[in-house]
């Protein structure tokens, strides 16, 4: 793996001055986010310091966006020689980085098009309109999402979304949305009704705890969706961009599976890794889909944002496909991943009190934890396993992402190199140990 050191930029704050950050937060932020303790100053590969020097392993990614870790050197490049030629240019002209970016997206799918926007929710919102588009002649706009889903935080995200807590205070959502359980293909069929126009599934769920959709239940829905004339569409927000160890995490799912020939969804939302940390998103769409030109559906006038494939941003995302393609970064992911989840499943043998297990696949994992109570060494007057390990592991020098109440997440760098991921494992271990 490239394992090349990258010396980090000094800190720009050379004083440990955690607290006067905070009270910045606290004075002129909107409290929205529940924050951990830390304040964070440079990166470099997958470790970042905090403002008083601290180092520490990043396993978290961004929640899955620093595809290829902090401060590489191919995307200062990018950002720095595009930014000389053009920084943005109005949608209303071409330009060559969201044309070649598009033909780069749909060369790792199907014949399809490609719409460029900022972030997963707007990705998700193209999805909606595609599929209120594709049912409207014939009075169809609803669509199916799964329980425990996640689909972004605009009014139509937190209306899709399968969890009760983001819709709480917001109501009334927006109409047509109805959920199903996850990986329960009867339960899809028989929530159809004749204003169904779509399902959407996330890939592998990630905020509802790292759950990959099975082989069966991607078939199917593809059967289903073909049987009803619906848009099988997929939220691969965060388990997509090579995560799973393929581009899209269905291609490995699917991978020798009989009667997986020719799978394809016929809509997919792009964000997180796309930019490595420059905000853009995206959506990929089928040419046909049940004799519709799906790919023609969004037609001139009918969809935009301002900032959407900008040169600068597409650009980045350019280099990023160059730098996972050059250094075979899925087949990292892929190995890396299984290392990391039999690891996983070895400290779930050996603490059995702490760890009950394994979840997901590639670098989209999951380390299932037992409730507060029952691990000895955790503080009874706080109730979330999760969020208790996850600040243990900051002490200790981790960066993981919590997701629920008993799922810690990894979501590393795609070029994060088997020594890290052992130390990271090392650390973990030492930390499950010390609970035991
Ligand atoms: C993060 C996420 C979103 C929302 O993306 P934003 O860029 O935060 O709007 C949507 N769907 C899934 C599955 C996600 O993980």
Redesign the pocket.
Known sequence: MNDRVILPTPPPILKNQQQEIRELFQRFVVPSYGRFNLALSHGAGSHVWDVSGKRYLDLGGG??VCSLGHAHPEITEALVEQSRRLVHVSNLYYQEPQGRLAQRLVGHLAPGKVFFCN??????EGLFKTARKFGHDEGRFEILTAVN??????LG?ISATGQEKVKKGFEPMVEGFRHIPFNDLEAARAAISPATAAILI?GI???GGITPASAEYLLGLRKLCDEKRLLLLL?????GHFRSGRFQSYQRVLEGVAGAEGFSVDGI?M??SLGGGF?I?AFWLRDQAHGVELGQILGPGTHGTTFGGTPLGCAVALRILDVIEREKLADNVRTTGDFLHAEISRLAEQYPGVVRGARGLGFMLGIELQPFDQIAGFKREETVSSLQMVNRLHEAGVLTIPSGTQIVRLLPALNLSRALAEEGIQIIEKVVRSVA
Not at 119 to 124: D, I, L, P, Q
Not at 235 to 239: E, G, L, N, R, T
């Open positions: 929640i899955a972030s997963g929710a707007e990705a998700n889903s996640f689909h972004g935080r605009t995200g996330e769920q990630g905020e939220d691969a927000v965060q388990c939302s964000a997180k905000p998103g």
